[in-house]
């Protein structure tokens, strides 16, 4: 175009910076927004919202996009809309809330696509009254609930702990209207929930009322699998896939069979699988292989896997502390005390356990040993009566996941002190007695923490609900829906 001497116009520019932003290419997006200011477009607003939108999609350019939505003169539902998705893209959904809260004082009136990014942001946080709050506010202000928007709704349910009531809007969804993504939105939650039984039902029903499955419904039906222990019939639906569906496995789909196998304990058969898989295995593969071999004793196994995983990926953190898990399991405290050092040598910081809850349209983050809080001294003393009364039940700590060469005691004390511990002390602080507290892990909720929120909520007579990395566990009455099996 520009070759053959025709200008681009306020039509041409969003086009092109749309593929910028499909392409992640910031400095060719700031190359294309240098032309728009040399002829004079820069203050077209659709010209701004697909610059907005460029920086956004673009890593390290979301102070860009900033800049430039607070410089606008006038802004539209777009604006805010593009600038909320961006922060959710980035995972900033905590400031994809706070922007969602200014709108609503200074903004427009969010509309169906600024519904569905604030979902999306409650979704990663697990904020449910929050997406409880949406809910209403889309009803109240009568949203034509598209296809898009159920979608979301049933997922910011699912990942903030309330299942049935992703089950129940789903159930609610016109048969017409219920859409592949539907069906793998509810798949995934059951199997976040470890209601694989019902997730296999739900998959089921999808096929008989005509709904082809594609490959990301396999990944939520196989992880549903994986997360109940349902071995063989992850196996069955693997090779139905394969061989009723026509879909060629993905990384993922192998990562699945592999973790179904390595959660079962079925270390040799794992790797066996992994040697027959026609594509080379991902770190992500690696390090489901190594947690079960470590939880099997299978650690000659695990420390030789590691140490690959190690030369291949020498600045990934996870790798140091799998191999650091594995020497501390052997109580070879010297070679643990090396891989640490090799760590501070590099520059490597072990990612920090941390959970949230939320409360009072506030969402409050604890990490292990925290006394940042301004009630920090009430929540220590609740932590102390916690510890007191499961003690008195039976709790004994345990202390094999406090992987230091340091006395028991020491050891008792570091567990005691975890910031799921932390969460659930300000919980039942902050909350009316007999309701339910819900809070969210970045990290796998260790044994000695599992151990302790099942007495919890029998002496407390709460129900908890914990999501971690992997899943979601649901304690009530000292049993866990996990069944101990995560």
């Known amino acids: 175009m520009l ?40 203050g077209d607003a659709h010209v701004l919202h697909a610059t907005i939108h460029m920086y956004c999609s673009c890593r390290n350019g979301i102070e860009f996009a900033e800049k430039l939505f607070d410089e606008m003169p006038k802004t539209n539902s777009v604006s805010w809309s593009t600038m909320i998705g961006g922060y959710v893209r980035w995972g900033m959904s905590s400031e994809a809330i706070k922007l969602f809260r200014r709108m609503q004082n200074v903004g427009p009136r969010p509309d169906e696509i600024t519904m569905v990014m604030v979902l999306s942001a409650c979704a990663d946080l697990g904020a449910l009254e929050l997406g409880r709050w949406a809910h209403a506010y889309i009803d109240k202000e009568k949203f034509e609930m598209r296809p898009e928007l159920s979608n979301a709704l049933i997922d910011m349910f699912a990942k903030c702990g309330d299942v049935d009531s992703a089950l129940r809007l789903f159930d609610k969804m016109p048969e017409r209207k219920r859409s592949v993504v539907s069906w793998t939105s509810v798949i995934f939650g059951m199997a976040l929930h470890g209601r694989g039984l019902e997730a296999v039902s739900l998959f089921e029903e999808m096929t008989r009322n005509g ?27 693997f090779d139905s896939m394969v061989n009723d569906y026509g879909i060629r496995p993905r990384i993922e789909h192998y990562g699945c069979m592999v973790d179904l196998l390595s959660r079962a304990g079925l270390v040799n058969e794992a790797v066996e699988f992994i040697d027959q898989m026609p594509v080379a295995p991902n770190p992500v593969i690696w390090r489901s292989l190594i947690s079960a071999c470590r939880a099997q004793d299978q650690l000659n196994l695990g420390e030789r896997i590691t140490k690959d995983l190690i030369s291949n990926e020498p600045m990934h953190e996870a ?60 929540i220590y003393e609740m932590v102390d009566e916690m510890e007191k009364k499961i003690r008195e039940a039976g709790y004994v700590v345990t202390t094999k996941n406090v992987l230091l060469d340091i006395e028991e005691e020491d050891k008792e004390g570091a567990v005691n002190k975890h910031s799921e511990k932390l969460a659930i002390a300000f919980g039942l602080l902050k909350t009316s007695p007999g309701s339910a507290i819900r809070i969210v892990k970045n990290l796998r909720v260790c044994d000695d923490c599992h151990s302790a929120t099942k007495l919890i909520s029998v002496i407390y007579k709460r129900d908890i609900v914990v999501r971690d990395r992997n899943r979601f566990h649901h304690f009530k009455d000292g049993l866990c829906s996990c069944n101990d099996f995560w």
């Open 319 to 378: 790798n140091y502390v799998l191999l650091s898990g594995i020497y501390a399991k052997m109580s070879n405290w010297q070679k643990k005390t090396t891989v640490r050092e090799e760590m501070g040598q590099k520059g490597i910081r072990k990612i920090p356990g941390s959970t949230m809850i939320e409360l009072d349209n506030g969402i409050y983050e604890f990490v292990a040993g925290d006394k940042s809080h301004g009630e920090y001294r009430k």
């Open 211 to 237: 709904v082809v499955p594609d490959d990301v419904a396999f990944i939520g039906l196989l992880t549903a699998c994986s997360h109940s222990g349902l071995v063989e019939e992850g196996k069955r639906y």
């Open 3 to 42: 070759s053959h001497s025709i200008e681009p116009n306020n039509y041409t520019y969003p086009f092109v910076l749309k593929a910028c932003a499909g392409m992640g290419d910031m400095n060719l997006g700031q190359t294309v927004q240098g032309s728009v200011t040399k002829l004079g477009f820069c």
